[in-house]
């Protein structure tokens, strides 16, 4: 990527981080470096930073930099030594995965989409900053972008899937979150209630973000998913020149599916033969691919087949108007079921052009994405055109430290070299600074051993007892795989999802297997606290504590989980078939999960580094114990203090009801 204000912003960067070097430092493109390629070298006159462009002589920049002492993490700049011009080392990178980055929903109270547009940009840099050169944005109907989308909304500024989240007179919220009435981006919410002004408002904001990406060299996709089907391309078409319209900024305009086609319950194989004969050749229909998918008879295979049916004529058919534009198109696939991925991957392979890339979703989590992709057999020319999503964090697990790694380890293993690029989900930011960076590096430099890759970010980051570190993070990456397996959605951070009669979630979990996660945690504390003991280095020190902070968080949690789960005692009874004796145990088990997570929200609220910290705050307060007084109030006849809307905008589904 060629663009002066990325050499600019370059040049800011070295002046910013080094002001009083007196070493001679170059920055040029050299058009014969591979693509995608950066290097150091010393000269007779100094340092010369080079890349492939101008990204790419950003990145040397960066990559100098750490050699001067900096070190950049996704929560921003940390300086651990002076610089030392005489201790440069020449090197030369190019990278393992070309394009790499990240994909954000923006679409919780936690992600960016709360930020101030000066703190959204700071997250930007610091994305530049880890060598990333990708970044997908993904809008959900009227989030950000106004006008018709086959709904009742025609106005953008539907945050948070439409759910309002007001400040609740609850002093400990009231204290710490910025807002004084709505949780928004602040310089919106004095506007919140002006539908059109905060559809203006968020459009603007974006549309600041993306210059900012821009600035720093980062490849912009905007994701977006059409909500017509069938033959008729008419309103698809017409909202994919609305969305470069209003965001000229962006790079690939991709057209993805809804999440595994909507789910919704199987149909009957004639239902479902009945309908991919309207879309698909008789060779198709009878593929062993869609044999088998069918068979398994898990959700609307149908409906999955029926969107790709209409997302690829529609990528087709605006492939050529957006290239006048100078941008890409891309088809989408967002489904989670790895029996339907052959299938995908067939009519993929023979409907869609080569030209047109084609990103793939296929699973919940990092280490669902490998274990998935890993089964797929297709072409290396295939796979070069395949862009994949994967997860930092999953969203089913947001209110509890995650650990990602391992996931990631495997996955780029497998196709860090074979694909076009790669993207990650995350929503919180200074939770996940340790997966970011091992994202960053393994994209980079190629996969990394997890155990190796953990006992290195110790020592970089001067934190004591480095095998301590090690084995902490790696009961981490154990509980965070057990919870996606065995407790699905126990920190989901939408309220609808939790069930809005009955018990909901509290009626899925095993206490024995909170239990087993809560005893990971506990062990995994202790081992950071060893390392607390001899690490002397301030950013060792600032790391060790907040983590701490959210290891404590997620043991809270869990025993609240736990706790509520005790509400499985009256599974199968309507709320009216409750003695006095079993309402009066119910009332007590509510009460005391719902204590517990004001323990949590009172903890995790002193360690709020970013303003996204604030975002999950408010989402807590807002999901878990609100259920609970639900639960509460239906079986009981105790007024919940929380009233909730009966659905969102275009809210995600329940797998309760899957």
């Not at 007084?629 to 203090?641: F, L, T």
């Amino acid at each position: 990527m060629n663009n002066a204000s990325i050499r600019t912003f370059a040049e800011g960067e070295l002046n910013q981080f080094l002001p009083n070097v007196q070493t001679t430092i170059d920055c040029k493109v050299d058009t014969a470096l591979p693509a995608y390629t950066f290097a150091g070298e010393k000269t007779a006159t100094g340092i010369l930073l080079k890349g492939a462009d101008d990204t790419c002589v950003l990145h040397a920049v960066y990559t100098f930099l750490e050699q001067m002492g900096w070190r950049f993490e996704i929560t921003g700049p940390v300086k651990l030594s002076e610089a030392d011009p005489a201790a440069f080392e020449p090197f030369s990178v190019t990278p393992t995965v070309k394009q790499r980055g990240i994909r954000q929903h923006i679409n919780f109270p936690m992600d960016i989409s709360s930020y101030t547009l000066e703190e959204a940009k700071a997250y930007i840099r610091n994305l530049a900053r880890l060598r990333y050169n990708h970044i997908t944005f993904h809008s959900y109907p009227n989030q950000w972008i106004d006008g018709d989308q086959d709904g009742d909304l025609k106005t953008a500024g539907g945050f948070f899937y439409g759910q309002r989240h007001d400040i609740p007179e609850h002093p400990l919220l009231q204290q710490v979150i910025a807002n004084d009435k709505t949780y928004c981006i602040p310089e919106i919410e004095p506007h919140f209630d002006d539908e059109q002004k905060r559809s203006d408002m968020a459009i603007a904001w974006l549309q600041a973000v993306m210059a900012e990406a821009k600035r720093c060299g980062l490849r912009i996709q905007f994701s977006f998913e059409p909500r017509q089907t069938g033959q008729d391309l008419t309103l698809t078409l017409a909202t994919c020149r609305h969305i470069l319209e209003l965001y000229p900024q962006i790079d690939t305009l991709e057209l993805i599916s809804t999440e595994t086609g909507g789910w919704g319950e199987p149909n009957s194989e004639d239902v479902v033969r009945a309908t991919l004969a309207d879309h698909y050749s008789e060779a198709l229909q009878n593929s062993p691919e869609f044999n088998s998918a069918i068979a398994c008879g898990k959700a609307n295979f149908d409906g999955i087949m029926a969107q790709l049916a209409h997302l690829i004529p529609a990528t087709r058919e605006f492939k050529s108007e957006a290239a006048a534009k100078g941008v890409e198109t891309a088809l989408g696939i967002y489904c989670v079921l790895p029996e339907f991925h052959a299938a995908i991957f067939r009519v993929v392979r023979e409907l869609l052009p080569m030209d047109i890339p084609f990103v793939i979703l296929p699973e919940h989590s990092s280490g669902r994405v490998a274990d998935a992709l890993g089964q797929i057999d297709q072409s290396a020319k295939d796979w070069q055109r395949t862009f994949i999503y994967s997860w930092l964090e999953f969203d089913g697990t947001m209110y509890l430290q995650q650990n990602g790694v391992p996931g990631l380890e495997r996955l780029l293993i497998g196709l860090g070299d074979k694909v076009q690029g790669m993207a990650f989900n995350h929503w919180r930011t200074a939770e996940n600074q340790l997966v970011a960076r091992y994202a960053a590096d393994a994209c980079l430099h190629g996969s990394i051993p997890a155990l190796e890759y953990y006992a290195d970010y110790a020592e970089a980051l001067g934190i004591g007892e480095p095998e301590a570190f090690s084995e902490a993070h790696r009961l981490m990456a154990e509980a965070d795989w057990m919870a996606t397996n065995k407790l699905f959605n126990i920190g989901f951070c939408y309220y609808g999802c939790w069930g809005r009669e009955g018990l909901g979630y509290f009626e899925k979990w095993q206490i024995s297997d909170i239990e087993a996660n809560h005893s990971l945690f506990e062990q995994a504390r202790n081992l950071l606290g060893q390392c607390a003991k001899t690490t002397r280095s301030e950013a060792g020190r600032e790391f060790l504590a907040f983590l701490d902070n959210r290891v404590r968080c997620t043991m809270v949690y869990l025993k609240a989980m736990a706790k509520g789960s005790e509400l499985q005692a009256f599974k199968g009874l309507e709320p009216g078939q409750l003695s006095d004796e079993q309402k009066e145990t119910l009332v007590e088990i509510c009460d005391s999960a719902i204590a517990r997570l004001e323990q949590y929200m009172a903890l995790h609220a002193e360690a709020m580094p970013d303003r996204g910290c604030e975002g999950t705050l408010i989402s807590v307060y807002n999901v878990p114990p609100a259920v609970l007084k639900r639960i509460r109030q239906d079986y009981a006849g105790i007024p919940s203090d929380q009233a909730h809307s009966d659905q969102g905008h275009d809210e995600p589904p329940s797998p309760i009801e899957w």
